[in-house]
């Protein structure tokens, strides 16, 4: 028998149409084998434990489960798996939160099929890429030096910790113990956008946890 040399990949995507399109455009690709597709991530989390592929395809809107809950979950039984999060251009606050959950490459999901498997193979390869457009938008979200969240001149209610107005909202409610779907019905936003928030923050203040957050944000005065 043969070995196969080929990379492995999951797909994890709810828009059949797209999954499909992903999976006939790589199974082109002789380097590639699509081994595995899931419409949602409880179901992509266990295919991905059992069959371990080489790179998971995750997309981040996904329903129940959002792809950076899901990749977060990955990373608590593989870090060596390569993921690369599907994104969409239009949602900044999903970008940001992306960039901060362990994903190891950021594809805009109009990517070339071409390009994409080059960078499947580059991301299986150890390598790390961001879409250069995505890599723009998380950019912009970086506040200018100009910011008075920089230089301190709100020092009493911000510190040089960055966060926008609606995430200091946010850490408030942190620093109640809110859960995520409390916030979202605080803020009257998704549970997904609370996330994000969430998620953004953690990465700002240099924490891994809400806990972590809430005691800094406390300390430091910030809420
Ligand atoms: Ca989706």
Same mark, same amino acid.
């Given at each position: 028998?043969?070995?196969?040399?080929?990379?492995?990949?999951?797909?994890?995507?709810?828009?059949?149409?797209?999954?499909?399109?992903?999976?006939?455009?790589?199974?082109?690709?002789?380097?590639?084998?699509?081994?595995?597709? /899931?419409?949602?991530?409880?179901?992509?989390?266990?295919?991905? =434990?059992?069959?371990?592929?080489?790179?998971?395809?995750?997309?981040?809107?996904?329903?129940?489960?959002?792809? #950076?809950?899901?990749?977060?979950? *990955?990373?608590?039984?593989?870090?060596?798996?390569?993921?690369?999060?599907?994104?969409?251009?239009?949602?900044?606050?999903?970008?940001?939160?992306?960039?901060?959950?362990?994903?190891?490459?950021?594809?805009?999901?109009?990517?070339?099929?071409?390009?994409?498997? %080059? *960078?499947?193979?580059?991301?299986?390869?150890?390598?790390?890429?961001?879409?250069?457009?995505? @890599?723009? #938008?998380?950019?912009? /979200?970086?506040?200018? #030096?100009?910011?008075?969240?920089?230089?301190?001149?709100? @020092?009493?209610?911000?510190?040089?910790?960055? %966060?926008?107005?609606?995430?200091?909202?946010?850490?408030?409610? %942190?620093?109640?113990?809110?859960?995520?779907?409390?916030? @979202?019905?605080?803020? #009257? *936003? /998704?549970?997904?956008?609370?996330? @994000?928030?969430?998620? /953004?923050?953690?990465?700002?203040?240099?924490?891994?946890?809400?806990?972590?957050?809430?005691?800094?944000?406390?300390? =430091?005065?910030?809420?």
């Amino acid at each position: 028998m043969i070995e196969t040399k080929s990379i492995r990949v999951i797909i994890v995507e709810d828009f059949k149409l797209t999954r499909v399109g992903l999976r006939c455009a790589l199974n082109t690709n002789p380097d590639l084998e699509v081994i595995a597709e /899931s419409e949602d991530a409880i179901d992509g989390l266990k295919k991905i =434990e059992n069959l371990k592929p080489d790179v998971i395809l995750m997309d981040l809107g996904l329903p129940e489960m959002n792809g #950076i809950e899901a990749i977060l979950k *990955v990373r608590e039984f593989s870090k060596d798996v390569k993921i690369i999060a599907l994104t969409s251009h239009d949602r900044e606050e999903e970008v940001r939160a992306a960039l901060s959950s362990g994903a190891n490459a950021y594809c805009l999901k109009d990517i070339d099929p071409e390009k994409l498997a %080059l *960078v499947i193979k580059d991301v299986n390869n150890g390598a790390c890429w961001i879409d250069p457009i995505v @890599a723009d #938008i998380a950019l912009k /979200s970086i506040p200018k #030096i100009d910011d008075p969240a920089i230089l301190g001149e709100n @020092a009493v209610n911000h510190t040089k910790v960055p %966060l926008t107005e609606r995430e200091f909202e946010v850490l408030k409610h %942190l620093v109640e113990g809110k859960s995520n779907t409390e916030i @979202a019905e605080e803020l #009257i *936003v /998704s549970v997904h956008t609370a996330k @994000a928030h969430v998620c /953004s923050i953690l990465q700002k203040m240099c924490v891994n946890d809400r806990v972590q957050a809430a005691v800094k944000a406390v300390k =430091e005065g910030m809420v």
